[in-house]
């Protein structure tokens, strides 16, 4: 027994969903200092390059309304993309709550989502990313690297 095709355009024929088109906006360099909220996320494009993804918490420290104290603004919230060997590095060695420095290119991507809806990201895709030593010692491995 065989299942009956539905031809394309009758109202039982399931859609595909419409191609996702991103438009990206470069938005020039810039840093990003905080703690990490959670573990890097480590993932592997379909061509096996490595991506780790870094959600990054900073909380500035702010004057109160008396002009003589300190207390804590808002907290800022940030992602960042971290590319090929320094992916991996980050997802080995980072963990939630470590503090880190981060420079990289700042995008801006808007899409539409599956119910039509524009959606916008601000992401930072990491040129260099390194532990703080603000308030801990860190150690530094000191790798040989292979001539290419």
């Given at each position: 027994?065989?299942?009956?095709?539905?031809?394309?355009?009758?109202?039982?024929?399931?859609?595909?969903?419409?191609?996702?088109?991103?438009?990206?906006?470069?938005?020039?360099?810039?840093?990003v200092?905080?703690?990490?909220?959670?573990?890097?996320?480590?993932r592997?494009?379909?061509?096996?390059t490595?991506?780790t993804?870094l959600r990054?918490?900073?909380?500035?420290?702010?004057?109160?309304?008396?002009?003589?104290?300190?207390?804590?603004?808002?907290t800022?919230?940030?992602?960042?993309?971290?590319w090929?060997?320094?992916?991996?590095?980050?997802?080995e060695?980072?963990?939630?709550g470590d503090?880190v420095?981060?420079?990289?290119?700042?995008?801006?991507?808007?899409?539409?989502?599956?119910?039509?809806?524009?959606?916008?990201?601000?992401?930072?895709?990491?040129q260099?990313?390194?532990a703080?030593?603000?308030?801990?010692?860190?150690?530094?491995?000191?790798?040989?690297?292979?001539?290419?």
């Open positions: 027994m065989s299942t009956p095709i539905t031809p394309p355009g009758h109202p039982d024929a399931q859609q595909p969903a419409p191609p996702r088109t991103d438009k990206v906006t470069e938005l020039g360099q810039g840093h200092f905080g703690n990490l909220c959670d573990d890097p996320e480590l592997f494009t379909p061509q096996g490595a991506v993804r990054v918490a900073y909380t500035p420290r702010v004057k109160a309304d008396d002009g003589k104290s300190w207390r804590d603004g808002p800022e919230f940030y992602n960042v993309n971290v090929r060997n320094q992916a991996e590095r980050c997802a060695h980072l963990r939630r503090r420095v981060i420079a990289g290119a700042w995008t801006q991507r808007t899409w539409t989502d599956r119910e039509q809806n524009e959606r916008v990201s601000v992401e930072l895709t990491a260099d990313v390194g703080s030593m603000l308030f801990r010692s860190v150690a530094i491995d000191r790798e040989t690297q292979e001539s290419n």
